[in-house]
């Protein structure tokens, strides 16, 4: 463990002072999560750490306009974005032959566009329809589907981090999807 870590509203305070120390305090604290999002969804070590450093970036940039409730959630899903953004990025090199195979796996992307100011009405009353529906679901399965979805977790991890079956974990997965989609569709969304 590095030390005592400082909690979220001092750091967003520091963001919002421009104290320099607070990018370099962010990574002290919410660092290692955002790498392992990024391995999760790049598995390349480099492109890993470069994701992190964008995404620290960014939140550098944003903060004095954006005022996040949890810097940690916020970062991650800065990591999250940065990280599928390059994703598409390799993967377009590869279609053009460019750039060499490399092992992929399943992404999903539900509604993770951050900082476009043309979508910004409709990202937070999407956003606020994905909490309402998350926050109705039982613990389990919000924590399976969150670290699904939002951490890009792999089920086999899944299944191992809470104990059950890959199975369960797969079955409750389309269920969610499935309910969600619904909810949304109720909610006006074409999903």
């Known amino acids: 463990m590095h030390g005592v870590f400082m909690d979220d509203k001092e750091l967003i305070g520091m963001f919002l002072r421009r104290e320099e120390a607070a990018v370099a305090e962010a990574e002290r604290t919410y660092g290692e999560l955002c790498h392992w999002v990024a391995m999760n969804v790049l598995r390349d070590e480099e492109y890993a750490r470069e994701c992190v450093n964008d995404a620290l970036l960014k939140a550098w940039e944003a903060i004095p306009r954006e005022k996040p409730e949890n810097l940690g959630g916020y970062l991650v899903v800065l990591t999250r974005n940065t990280a599928l953004n390059r994703y598409e990025e390799i993967h377009a090199l590869k279609r053009s032959g460019a750039y060499s195979d490399r092992p992929v796996h399943e992404i999903h992307n539900l509604a993770s566009r951050v900082g476009l100011p043309e979508d910004e009405l409709m990202y937070k009353e999407l956003k606020r329809s994905v909490n309402e ?10 924590r399976i589907f969150v670290s699904r979805v939002f951490l890009l977790m792999r089920e086999s991890e899944i299944s191992e981090a809470y104990g059950i079956k890959t199975s369960t974990v797969r ?13 949304l569709r109720n909610e006006g969304y074409d999903v």
């Open 171 to 183: 079955s409750t997965l389309l269920r969610i999807r499935k309910k969600l989609r619904i909810y």
């Open 133 to 142: 529906f998350l926050r109705a679901l039982p613990p389990d399965k919000r």
